[in-house]
T-cell receptor
Framework: GENVEQHPSTLSVQEGDSAVIKCTYSDSASNYFPWYKQELGKGPQLIIDIRSNVGEKKDQRIAVTLNKTAKHFSLHITETQPEDSAVYFCAASTPGTYKYIFGTGTRLKVLA | DGGITQSPKYLFRKEGQNVTLSCEQNLNHDAMYWYRQDPGQGLRLIYYSQIVNDFQKGDIAEGYSVSREKKESFPLTVTSAQKNPTAFYLC?????????????FGPGTRLTVT
């Protein structure tokens, strides 16, 4: 069935360093790939998304890249700050369907 | 959390009791969703609704029921038939359900059943 694999499950970086989280999807028809940030005890917040007609998208310190051939996409956070510490989820969505397939999450810790 | 509210934030029930979780949105979104989140796992879809008076089962609908009588409201009932109901429940909405649309999540309800 459809699947999204997310790695790593935990990631610790020093403040100011970059963090990269990777996801691989199985359904080649998927065309929408959002990333969510979830802080403890709260609902996920959409932080950036990308559609299959582009290869990269940036928003200040956050960027997402998409490789359709390899069916993987990545979240890049530069100049990390302690407030970036959270769980990050990737997801993939296929046109004509109702659902997102979520990855299992990455717990990012930014060490001051 | 945008215009989606979930109440209460914490809910405690005894085993064998049904419990209803509230979800309201003022975003004028057509589609609404219920997810369950367990530690170390991704979000799993329980039910979704594309329009008023219509809803479909997700991947883990057994032991749950929903209604969609109003566009802005999508309550979830956790019945006594749900074998392991303790979890964090998230409601979401999107402008449409045809994929490729942003889903916006509420703050969640943590249900504990003892």
């Amino acid at each position: 069935g459809e699947n999204v694999e997310q790695h790593p499950s935990t990631l610790s970086v020093q403040e100011g360093d970059s963090a990269v989280i990777k996801c691989t999807y199985s359904d080649s028809a998927s065309n929408y790939f959002p990333w969510y940030k979830q802080e403890l005890g709260k609902g996920p917040q959409l932080i950036i998304d990308i559609r299959s007609n582009v290869g990269e998208k940036k928003d200040q310190r956050i960027a997402v890249t998409l490789n359709k051939t390899a069916k993987h996409f990545s979240l890049h956070i530069t100049e990390t700050q302690p407030e970036d510490s959270a769980v990050y989820f990737c997801a993939a969505s296929t046109p004509g369907t109702y659902k997102y397939i979520f990855g299992t999450g990455t717990r990012l810790k930014v060490l001051a | 959390d945008g215009g989606i509210t979930q109440s209460p934030k914490y809910l405690f029930r005894k085993e064998g009791q049904n419990v209803t979780l509230s979800c309201e949105q003022n975003l004028n979104h057509d589609a609404m969703y219920w997810y369950r989140q367990d530690p170390g796992q991704g979000l799993r879809l329980i039910y979704y609704s594309q329009i008023v008076n219509d809803f479909q089962k997700g991947d883990i609908a057994e032991g749950y029921s929903v209604s969609r009588e109003k566009k802005e409201s999508f309550p979830l009932t956790v019945t006594s038939a749900q074998k392991n109901p303790t979890a964090f429940y998230l409601c979401a909405s999107s402008p449409s359900s045809g994929g490729a649309y942003e889903q916006y999540f509420g703050p969640g309800t943590r249900l504990t059943v003892t």
